[in-house]
């Protein structure tokens, strides 16, 4: 079974400034999708951005990017110029990349970490 | 706008009641469909898995008599949790994805439900 681990319960960082969120998995197989989502307050689930293994270029966003390293089974979120409505609960996810049986399409969530953002 | 629509956002109700949940997806069909519940500050927690038209596959621990999920047609799913008591009360969470053989396309979260058993 896929397993997600993420080892920041919180993190802060100070508006405009840089911070790393981080998340490493575990799983058997060599295609799958990574994702980050963020859930503000309201409780909203918003994908932030999505990474396919099987592309070596790492993923970015706007300010968001990911540092994808398949062989440490690492995918970390950076997040640049912070801004006050980052703030929320971040969450790492994997979804697999073939249709198996009833678990085709199932996220499997890290534990989350809640980002702070200071003025 | 919203892709998919979670139906009431917010209930309150008293121990031993059933409370129907409904997750609607807007402008696609969804094949499949998920329900998942969180605690606070806490990850989400798949329950089950739906497919339009066939029995819904819930994760282990899961009572599939407790948690009752119907996914009647392609648009709606709903979740039903019977007899509720205060240890039920939670934020629950749908969530709907295309039909197809792209896993590439995320899923679509409803914006959840508070459930408060008194």
């Known amino acids: ?119 | 706008g919203a892709v998919v629509s979670q139906h009431p956002s917010r209930v309150i109700c008293k121990s031993g009641t059933s409370v129907k949940i409904e997750c609607r997806s807007l402008d696609f069909q969804a094949t499949t469909m998920f329900w998942y519940r969180q605690f606070p500050k806490q990850s989400l927690m798949l329950m089950a898995t739906s497919n339009e038209g066939s029995k819904a596959t819930y994760e282990q621990g899961v009572e599939k008599d407790k948690f009752l999920i119907n996914h009647a047609s392609l648009t709606l799913s709903t979740l039903t949790v019977t007899s509720a008591h205060p240890e039920d009360s939670s934020f629950y969470i749908c969530s709907a994805e295309f039909g197809g053989f792209d896993s590439n396309q995320p899923q679509h979260f409803g914006d959840g439900t508070r459930l408060s058993i008194l």
């Not at chain 1, 400034?17 to 918003?46: A, G």
């Not at chain 1, 890290?110 to 200071?118: A, D, E, F, P, R």
């Open chain 1, 1 to 119: 079974a896929q397993t997600v681990t993420q080892s920041q319960p919180e993190m802060s960082v100070q508006e405009a400034e840089t911070v790393t969120l981080s998340c490493t998995y575990d799983t058997s197989e060599s295609d799958y999708y990574l994702f980050w989502y963020k859930q503000p307050p309201s409780r909203q689930m918003i994908l932030v951005i999505r990474q396919e293994a099987y592309k070596q270029q790492n993923a970015t966003e706007n300010r968001f990017s990911v540092n994808f390293q398949k062989a440490a089974k690492s995918f970390s979120l950076k997040i640049s110029d912070s801004q006050l409505g980052d703030a929320a609960m971040y969450f790492c996810a994997y979804r697999r990349a073939n249709a198996g049986g009833t678990s085709y399409g199932k996220l499997t969530f890290g534990q989350g970490t809640i980002l702070t953002v200071h003025p």
